[in-house]
Structures are given as structure tokens and as C-alpha cells.
């Protein structure tokens, strides 16, 4: 059973989610929260596997309540959930822990695919937003290179540079000339080297560390 924490500060809206997560078999609600500070603690409290964050909030915002929530040990997965699909959010979203980035118009049958996606260790974001996200990245400056790249193989950098340019699994697969189950190996190694929680960080810290061809 995948423990769910709702946070947002419209009670009607936490009403409608614990609707929709309820529905589903595998998930349960484990806590509320109505702003960032309460988040914080219900996810020390309640111990959930993933925490739907809104950004827009009181006291505290999703963007930092995630920074303080995924800073913790054994942190949950975090899936932002919004109105606004700004690249701002998005940027800062992911930068800050996020596993995923949903709006809120989203159909609930795509919200409970999304509890399911970031709870299992992927990340989740839709094709445009990936796009834009490369895009933003790659304008920055580069940055010195992350010394954690130096113990990977030729072969986990050339996984991780194709994950960080958006391709999925399967792509990467046909790409690369190998099977779906030894590109899942490459992943996992490469996660694994990196100490990201997931493929969205490592896109991040490809981004950040200079991987990428600028």
C-alpha cells in the first residue's frame, strides 16, 4: 500500500484528491496538510511514500516545503501538483527534490498513474515540460563537472546524457542497440553512482555538473 500526503491549502481540493486516491486499491491516505510548515511535519509524522505538493501556499511554499521535506532522511517521493504550468515552478520544482510535476486540471485517473510512477522510483514529467526544461538548462553557463561522473562507465554516460535528452526506456533501448531489461541495469547503476533519488534528479545533475554539450 502506497501512503499518500495531500497538501494544499484549499480544503475543498484536499476533499476532492482523497476522493480520487481512495479510489484506488493500492494507495491510501495517510495525512493533510493545508500549507508548507504542516507538510514538513506530517511528512516526519505520517511517514507517507509520496507527498502531493502544491506550490501556491501560506506560511510556506511547495517549492521549499519540498527542499525540506526530500532533505530528510529516507525522504518521501514529492509530486507537485498545480495550476500553473510555469517553467519557473518547474525549474525550481525539480531543482528543490521533486519527483514530478502534474496539474491540477489532470484527469484523476492520470494523478493516481502519477502516485504510482514517482513512488516506484521513476520521475515524472510530460514531454513539453522535459522539452522546456532542457531547454532552460541549456542556456545556462556550464558548471564544473560533478566528480561523481569520474567513477561511471562510457557506457552509464552515454545512459545518462540520453535520459537527460529525454528519451524513455524503450527509446533508449533501440538507441543503444541493447534490451529494455539491460537498459533498466544501466539506469539503476547509474542512480545508484549518482545518489539521486530518481531519473529527474539525475537529469538535473547532468544538467548542472557539465555533462551535457552546451
Same mark, same amino acid.
Given at each position: 500500500?502506497?501512503?499518500?500526503? =495531500?497538501?494544499?491549502?484549499?480544503?475543498?481540493?484536499?476533499?476532492? *484528491?482523497?476522493?480520487?486516491?481512495?479510489?484506488? @486499491? &493500492? *494507495?491510501?491516505?495517510?495525512?493533510?496538510?493545508? !500549507?508548507?510548515?504542516?507538510?514538513? $511535519?506530517?511528512?516526519?509524522? !505520517?511517514?507517507?511514500?509520496?507527498? /502531493?505538493?502544491?506550490?501556491?501556499?501560506?506560511?510556506?511554499?511547495?517549492?521549499?516545503?519540498?527542499?525540506?521535506?526530500?532533505?530528510?532522511?529516507?525522504? @518521501?517521493?514529492?509530486?507537485? *501538483?498545480?495550476?500553473?504550468?510555469? &517553467?519557473? +515552478?518547474?525549474?525550481?520544482? *525539480?531543482?528543490?527534490?521533486?519527483?514530478?510535476?502534474?496539474?491540477?486540471?489532470?484527469? @484523476?485517473?492520470?494523478?493516481?498513474?502519477?502516485?504510482?510512477?514517482?513512488?516506484?522510483?521513476?520521475? =515524472?514529467?510530460?514531454?513539453?515540460?522535459?522539452?522546456? =526544461?532542457?531547454? %532552460?538548462?541549456?542556456?545556462?553557463? $556550464?558548471?564544473?563537472?560533478? @566528480? %561523481?561522473?569520474? !567513477?561511471?562507465?562510457?557506457?552509464? %554516460?552515454? /545512459? =545518462?546524457?540520453?535520459?537527460a535528452r529525454g528519451l524513455s526506456?524503450?527509446?533508449?533501448?533501440?538507441?543503444?542497440?541493447?534490451?529494455?531489461?539491460?537498459?533498466?541495469?544501466?539506469?539503476?547503476?547509474?542512480?545508484?553512482?549518482?545518489?539521486?533519488?530518481?531519473r529527474v534528479q539525475a537529469v538535473?545533475? $547532468? +544538467?548542472?555538473?557539465?555533462?551535457?554539450?552546451?
Open positions: 500500500m502506497i501512503g499518500v500526503l =495531500l497538501v494544499d491549502d484549499d480544503q475543498l481540493m484536499r476533499a476532492g *484528491l482523497r476522493l480520487i486516491v481512495q479510489q484506488a @486499491p &493500492d *494507495l491510501t491516505v495517510v495525512g493533510e496538510a493545508a !500549507d508548507g510548515r504542516e507538510a514538513v $511535519a506530517a511528512a516526519r509524522r !505520517d511517514r507517507p511514500q509520496v507527498v /502531493v505538493m502544491d506550490v501556491r501556499m501560506p506560511v510556506l511554499d511547495g517549492i521549499e516545503a519540498t527542499r525540506q521535506v526530500t532533505a530528510a532522511p529516507d525522504p @518521501p517521493k514529492v509530486l507537485i *501538483l498545480t495550476t500553473f504550468e510555469l &517553467d519557473e +515552478y518547474v525549474f525550481n520544482a *525539480l531543482q528543490a527534490g521533486a519527483s514530478g510535476f502534474l496539474l491540477k486540471r489532470s484527469p @484523476p485517473e492520470q494523478l493516481i498513474d502519477g502516485i504510482r510512477t514517482v513512488a516506484a522510483g521513476d520521475g =515524472l514529467l510530460s514531454p513539453s515540460v522535459t522539452r522546456r =526544461l532542457i531547454e %532552460r538548462f541549456s542556456s545556462r553557463p $556550464a558548471q564544473t563537472a560533478n @566528480p %561523481r561522473f569520474a !567513477d561511471m562507465t562510457d557506457r552509464e %554516460r552515454e /545512459v =545518462l546524457v540520453a535520459i526506456n524503450e527509446e533508449l533501448a533501440e538507441t543503444l542497440f541493447i534490451s529494455e531489461n539491460t537498459v533498466k541495469t544501466h539506469v539503476k547503476r547509474v542512480l545508484t553512482k549518482l545518489g539521486a533519488r530518481d538535473v545533475m $547532468a +544538467y548542472e555538473g557539465g555533462l551535457m554539450d552546451r
